[in-house]
């Protein structure tokens, strides 16, 4: 355990280099969503006889897989302390402008690139924006792209809707590996790659120290700039990919796709403890929370809960782990509180 | 510190617990519904557009209805908004379930074919009422009426409204919603094929009110800044009941007519705004759905064209081509709603 040092003026002298604490490990709030988890599995398991089945559970990952490619580059914008609630109408943008693509002769390899590209951009957009004008907040610049690329999908593509796609294409949404859905395996190495990324690399590190502090960080030689830049560029296409993987499921692409999804891949990724003040998650939470989420819906589906109820399930989730996130901070200084673990330190010191 | 983090988190633990502990007291009741839905046991499933809207509702009633008739489940489905990503999820959560017959009200004609296709390799019956899917996703077509009655009847009733001078606009559901845009084009043919009759009535604008009652509202309210429109004609029940209100709030001398649900409309035609309207019987249309997937699953029927067989109390129908491929079963004309029989018919529906 770190050895802490409790000065008579009640500050706290912590040691550098925090040793292994069993007990820091076991109270993370990834246990948490382990424990949800299992709940929900219990539950389902013992109230649908449907549900322990491995082809349901593949098949009900491959329903929920396409929003969680966007989550993981949503952690990073989130744990950079912005938001982009962009990222759904990129997908539209994105799938529209590869469908009149193909529509338009182009083969259909090339116009996935070409939608990879427009959402590549899109992205790229917003970061620029918020690099250039760091006064404004994320939320507002994501809300008005949000507003212009589906609009400009809507133009696009006016009120139709393009299909026709060839057979190959079909797969990435259906298509399986032995009985592994592609859009898992993609999903797996995805989430490896932002493990790697977000933990283990300085850039990771120095996007944590962004969402604790901009002005900090800028001071202390960080290029704050091009890391905004990159990890909303990065949002822009991966929400493209997602946007591939989405009409490759539906077999066309309008400009209305994906309506909402902003929120469900906001909510799971707050769910998943990172914090929307910035500085604080990890994404193995994100990973956790995406099957609590996606499990809760799939097995309240399967036993015909209906989709309000679930709508209400979820929410009050998402509402107990924002604030169990940040019950920390505000619990702590209640003076009952206090007083109780005042009580208790007491009673440790005289034995 | 340490004491405050203990203590958090017991109190997180037992919140969560609480609250997965209600989850399971929720699927405790679902869990009736689940017995059903067991491999022994005969369940159709109808998936409405949308979970909210009132008229896929009165729909499921003869649904159910007829399901208690053949003597199998009836299920109730629906997403909370009407998008196909969300209905993908609904099917394959049936398909998982293992239910017998799946009738659908399609939020988008071509995207729902991938899942469809899944569910009829699975030897699952599937049928589209209402908006149809495509010929490849579905066995058959439940059409509420003939689509060329409905549309034609609408533009003449317009040009009826308003004698044969003013602008006429029209205010449909989603852009993609399938039966509107044939109603539609069946309006747009009628105004082509008689260019002198209806010179001073030209077709002004098509809005789209994607069956949201807000959007609905607000593209009303923009219809109404084009002063040569005299006359609104929206194919949707939450259209037009959103048209309805906007015109009475603002005294509004433009008509309306359209496709609307007496109980819904009678206010309005009582009031004069809505001189008259049509519709089919929607409990109807839901009760020869489910005849017509027992029919299809006993193997009376295979969906193809000279197919016939008996509809419970509906009597005999028959399986004919569908204008845009595939084949459907015809419930009838369409059903005229005036000042005169509205109050009859606006408790029953």
């Not at chain 2, 009422?129 to 549309?151: C, F, M, W, Y």
Request: aromatic content about 8%; charged content about 15%; glycine content about 10%.
């Amino acid at each position: 355990m770190a050895k802490q040092v409790i000065q008579a003026d009640g500050t706290r002298i912590i040691e550098n280099e925090r040793a292994f604490s069993w007990k820091r490990f076991m109270f993370q709030w990834e246990w948490m969503l382990v424990l949800m988890l299992i709940i929900v599995n219990i539950i389902n398991i013992s109230s649908s006889s449907n549900y322990a089945n491995f082809d349901n559970i593949m098949n009900a990952m491959r329903d929920f897989l396409d929003k969680a490619i966007v989550v993981f580059p949503m952690a990073l914008v989130i744990v950079l302390g912005e938001i982009d609630i962009s990222v759904a109408s990129i997908m539209a943008l994105s799938s529209v402008t590869m469908g009149m693509a193909y529509q338009a002769g182009v083969p259909m390899g090339l116009a996935i690139v070409i939608g990879l590209l427009v959402g590549t951009l899109c992205g790229f957009i917003n970061g620029i924006i918020l690099v250039k004008f760091p006064e404004l907040s994320s939320m507002i610049v994501t809300l008005a792209t949000q507003i212009i690329f589906r609009g400009i999908a809507s133009i696009l593509l006016e009120t139709g809707s393009v299909g026709g796609f060839p057979d190959w294409f079909n797969s990435f949404g259906w298509g399986k590996v032995g009985s592994i859905p592609i859009i898992l395996i993609f999903t797996i190495i995805e989430a490896l790659f932002f493990v790697y990324l977000l933990h283990f690399t300085k850039f990771g590190r120095r996007t944590y120290a962004m969402g604790n502090s901009v002005m900090v960080s800028k001071f202390s030689g960080i290029k704050t700039n091009k890391i905004k830049l990159i990890i909303f560029t990065m949002a822009g296409l991966l929400a493209a990919v997602a946007a591939v993987f989405l009409a490759s499921k539906m077999g066309s692409v309008r400009p209305d796709v994906a309506k909402g999804y902003e929120l469900d891949i906001i909510a799971m990724v707050v769910l998943g403890g990172v914090a929307s003040s910035g500085g604080k998650g990890k994404i193995l939470g994100c990973i956790l929370s995406i099957l609590v989420i996606g499990f809760l819906r799939y097995g309240l589906g399967l036993v015909n809960v209906t989709s309000q109820v679930i709508m209400i399930i979820v929410g009050t989730l998402l509402i107990v782990a924002v604030a169990i996130t940040n019950l920390k901070s505000s619990f702590g200084q209640a003076k009952w509180v206090k007083n109780l673990s005042n009580n208790i330190k007491g009673v440790k010191a005289q034995r | 510190m340490n004491t405050k983090k203990i203590l958090s988190i017991c109190i997180s633990a037992v919140l969560s617990m609480s609250l997965l502990a209600g989850c399971g007291g929720k699927t405790d009741s679902g869990s009736t519904s689940k017995s059903s839905t067991d491999k022994s046991s005969v369940t159709y499933a109808f998936v409405a557009k949308d979970v909210q809207n009132p008229y896929m509702k009165k729909v499921y009633e003869g649904f159910e209805k007829a399901c208690g008739e053949i003597g199998v489940t009836a299920l109730y489905k629906g997403p909370e908004a009407a998008t196909p990503e969300k209905q993908i999820e609904i099917i394959n959560q049936l398909v998982a379930q293992n239910v017998t017959g799946i009738a659908i009200a399609a939020n988008d004609a071509d995207a729902l074919q991938p899942a469809l296709k899944e569910a009829m390799n699975k030897g699952i019956k599937v049928v589209s009422l209402d908006s149809a899917v495509n010929a490849q996703s579905r066995q058959t077509h439940i059409q509420q009426a003939d689509p060329e009655k409905i549309g034609r009847g609408l533009i003449q009733a317009a040009y009826d409204m308003v004698k044969g001078d003013g602008g006429i606009a029209v205010l449909s559901a989603t852009a993609q919603a399938t039966n509107q845009n044939l109603w539609i084009e069946w309006m747009q043919k009628e105004m082509k094929e008689n260019p002198t009759k209806y010179a001073k009535t030209p077709l002004i604008k098509i809005a789209y009110g994607d069956d949201d009652p807000t959007k609905s509202t607000s593209e009303t309210q923009a219809l109404l800044t084009n002063s040569d429109v005299k006359v609104i004609i929206a194919p949707t029940t939450v259209g037009m009941l959103a048209a309805g209100k906007v015109l009475q709030d603002k005294k509004s001398t433009v008509l309306l007519t359209g496709l609307g649900l007496p109980s819904e409309m009678a206010p309005f035609i009582e009031s004069g705004i809505c001189p008259w309207m049509y519709l089919w019987n929607p409990v109807d249309i839901g009760y020869l759905t489910g005849y017509t997937i027992d029919a299809l699953k006993k193997g009376d029927i295979k969906g193809v064209k000279g197919d016939s067989f008996k509809a419970g109390t509906l009597g005999d129908k028959a399986v004919t081509d569908a204008a845009g491929g595939g084949t459907e079963v015809m419930l009838g004309d369409p059903f005229k709603f005036d000042s005169k029989n509205i109050a009859e018919w606006k408790t029953v529906y």
